[in-house]
């Protein structure tokens, strides 16, 4: 719903745009297909990036316990992958159309995510977060260049200021419906999977909706069971969230494959 009510605004504001006497954004900007086909792709990865930032940090410091530094550093592998993607894309775009970046490089983030999705409470982190956040942060770097170019375009300095403010705005809408999204997959899975569990206390019924996992060595044995359960209602709700990650991603590219139709550079 939410990321229905951020297309509804932009649409809404796409259809003043185009009829007010006096629009902020050029209308030829909303004719022209390999802009919204990128802006639309832009839109879903600023929606699922955060997601993963947000799940990991929780998973690494509730369920590996991590230290909010550590996780930083455990993240960092991610950042260096889309260095290394976004200078190997940078290369490419001199001889490749951008879709033939933009889709295979999404498709690769949305391996990532699957297989983050896959996290379970004993996971470790080389086995599954590792290899998971460096496929998206190479599946990222190698699109974005190119997403980012098309949606901009090359309108001159006097005309840069549209296309530059929409992409702002576009990835500001990703960010914002991002997080209360998280907030509303989370709880509505792990309600989902603890069901009537009339026993639970209030505080770990809220903890896990909350996307918190506990640490059961850290708690006495007789409620153990119940800290398996709530552990595991939240481990689902991760898998569920990520998986709805990716498809944004699978989504993302597929949009970018039917609208971004603009061919490679021309060679002198």
């Known amino acids: 719903m939410l990321l229905l009510a951020g297309a509804a605004l932009l649409g809404t504001f796409v259809w003043w ?39 990991l940090s929780l998973y690494l410091q509730n369920g590996l316990g991590y230290a909010p530094g550590q996780v930083g550093t455990a993240l960092l592998p991610m950042a260096v992958a889309a260095l290394v993607a976004t ?32 996290l379970e409470g004993d996971s470790s982190y080389a086995a599954v977060v590792l290899p998971g956040t460096v496929l998206v942060g190479l ?9 980012l170019a098309t949606a901009t375009g090359t309108d001159g300095p006097q005309g840069s200021g549209g296309p530059a403010g929409m992409l702002l705005a576009v990835q500001s ?59 595991g209602a939240v481990l689902d709700a991760y898998s569920v969230a990520l998986w709805s990650a990716a498809g944004l991603l ?15 550079p021309r060679r002198d």
């Open 173 to 231: 809408l990703g960010g914002r419906i991002a997080v209360p999204l998280l907030g509303t997959v989370l709880a509505s899975a792990v309600s989902g999977r603890l069901g009537a569990a009339a026993e639970l206390p209030p505080a770990l019924g809220q903890a896990a909706r909350n996307g918190i996992l506990i640490d059961p060595h850290s708690t006495p044995e007789s409620v153990a069971r119940l800290i398996a359960l709530t552990n």
């Open 250 to 264: 699978l989504l993302g590219s597929l949009l970018a494959g039917l609208l971004v139709t603009r061919g490679a």
């Open 17 to 55: 745009q185009t009829r007010t006497s006096g629009p902020l954004v050029p209308p030829r900007l909303f004719t022209d297909r390999d802009r919204a086909g990128s802006l639309l792709a832009l839109l879903l990865v600023g929606t699922s990036t955060p997601v993963l930032s947000l799940i």
């Open 87 to 118: 200078q190997v894309s940078g290369g490419l775009q001199a001889r490749l159309a951008p879709r033939g970046l933009i889709v295979p490089g999404l498709l690769v983030a949305a391996a990532g995510f699957g297989l983050l999705a896959r």
């Open 139 to 147: 599946g990222l770097g190698l699109a974005l260049g190119p997403l």
